[in-house]
């Protein structure tokens, strides 16, 4: 081999030797985030369902064959509505015969007040007129009989003429003042009157209780009757929601209800309507907990309910808990020497969102001049993937996420893709990108 060949063996290898103790030498990379003043919000997700503050179940009060239904399911009634009729031909029947009775009371008590007066006067007259007859011939029969002209025993008859018309004009005076507005027959007659008007008012309430109305304006949520159908009373033939403010309700798990307080928003979706979301707000929260779900129910106002609403419609609620207008956040990944606890299990409302460590306290492992570093951190507002750091940490540290060197050794800060749109968008901009990523 000539000697140029071994000078260009020897500087190759002098070079390889420089390029191995070049790559020996290299800090080793680790994932990191420059940290930046930005919003964090927390929420919870769950699901809840439409539910209206009443709803009433309709039905019949009679017994009776179904002849016609009004309404569907689905359709908007009024107060007063009529849902369904009932066949009244027997009603119709007993109702003319109420009125022909009172019809009849009514005549007799005017027969009584008219001519029964009438005749009643002049029957007093009668009497009066006969008496008074009787009376005069008594008189002259006893001085008749005591000069001698007649008999004692024409004075007996005559005496006993007069006993009769006295007793015929106490019977006509007694039959007159039974006729009067305080007499008995009168009052009889009027007993007679209100217990036929009593009978056409029963008559027309069993009449009526034929047709079935909407007892106040609503939708129909079900409907379980058909024309044709024997209907008895006691069993529910509509199911109407009442129209009144939509309210939305919740189970939520109660390990979160330290989180939630009545006032809070809401965004609401449907999951047929995806793309229509609307706003909510916490009306109450139940004082019970459902001891069998670990649960409590949540219920929320809607202002501006939208159209496509049903009753016990399934929908996604997300609630604003906690916000903060511009925080230093990190990711919960980025924590060390604190025990961060895990977000709870879907419960029954739905999956909730938060996770809480365990302490307000941890360590974080920076990159301060291309080498770790180990810092103390105090944390405020916590979620299910970020944490608030309040004090330890200033805007522009780089924070290593995720496995790294041990503090002290050196390290080569690796920017991900959410780390780089954090320090190169604008502070809107990265607010905006890190609640979303992590303020949840």
Same mark, same amino acid.
């Given at each position: 081999?000539?000697?140029r060949a071994w000078w260009i063996l020897g500087v190759a290898a002098f070079l390889l030797a420089g390029a191995f103790a070049a ?116 008189? *002259? ?5 005591? *000069? ?26 007694? =039959? ?5 507005? *305080? ?75 330290? =989180? ?8 609401? *979706? ?73 977000? @709870? ?14 302490? +307000? ?7 301060? +001049? ?9 944390? @405020? ?15 522009? +540290? ?7 060197? +041990? ?18 968008? @604008? ?14």
């Amino acid at each position: 081999m000539s000697r140029r060949a071994w000078w260009i063996l020897g500087v190759a290898a002098f070079l390889l030797a420089g390029a191995f103790a070049a790559l020996k030498l290299r800090a080793p990379a680790a994932a990191a985030l420059v940290v930046q003043a930005a919003p964090l919000v927390r929420t919870l997700q769950f699901s809840a369902r439409v539910a209206t503050p009443s709803r009433v179940d309709v039905g019949a009060t009679v017994t009776g064959r179904v002849a016609r239904v009004q309404v569907r399911e689905g359709a908007q009634v009024q107060s007063g509505a009529v849902l369904l009729e009932l066949e009244d031909a027997e009603g119709r029947a007993a109702l003319a015969q109420a009125l022909a009775g009172e019809q009849q009371a009514a005549a007799r008590l005017a027969g009584l007040r008219s001519t029964g007066r009438s005749t009643a006067q002049a029957g007093v007259a009668q009497a009066d007129s006969v008496l008074l007859g009787a009376q005069t011939e008594l008189r *002259r029969t006893q001085e008749l009989v005591q *000069r001698g002209f007649l008999s004692p025993a024409r004075l007996d008859e005559v005496q006993r003429a007069v006993s009769v018309a006295q007793a015929q004009q106490a019977a006509a005076r007694a =039959q007159a003042g039974a006729i009067e507005e *305080r007499g008995t027959d009168v009052q009889q007659a009027q007993a007679q009157q209100a217990l036929a008007q009593a009978t056409t008012q029963a008559a027309r309430a069993r009449l009526a209780q034929t047709v079935v109305t909407a007892p106040a304006a609503g939708r129909v949520l079900s409907r379980s009757v058909e024309p044709g159908q024997i209907v008895q009373p006691g069993r529910a033939l509509f199911t109407l929601a009442l129209t009144g403010p939509v309210q939305l309700v919740a189970p939520v798990d109660e390990r979160f209800l330290q =989180q939630l307080q009545p006032g809070q928003t809401a965004q609401v *979706r449907a999951d047929a309507f995806p793309d229509q979301r609307f706003a909510a707000q916490v009306l109450s929260i139940s004082p019970l907990v459902d001891a069998q779900r670990g649960a409590v129910e949540v219920k929320f106002s809607v202002a501006m309910a939208p159209a496509f609403l049903r009753e016990d419609m399934t929908l996604s609620v997300e609630v604003e808990t906690a916000r903060r207008a511009s925080a230093l956040v990190v990711p919960l990944a980025a924590l060390r020497g604190a025990a961060v606890g895990a977000a @709870g299990a879907a419960g029954a409302a739905g999956a909730a969102r938060p996770g809480t460590p365990a302490s +307000d306290s941890a360590t974080l492992w920076l990159a301060v +001049d291309g080498q770790v570093q180990a810092r103390s951190v105090k944390l @405020g507002l916590r979620t299910l993937d970020a944490a608030e750091v309040l004090q330890g940490l200033a805007a522009g +540290d780089t924070v290593l996420l995720g496995p790294a060197p +041990d503090p002290g050794s050196r390290v080569r800060p690796s920017m991900p893709a959410a780390a780089a749109l954090a320090t190169t968008s @604008g502070g809107g901009n990265a607010g905006a990108a890190m609640s979303n990523a992590m303020g949840r």
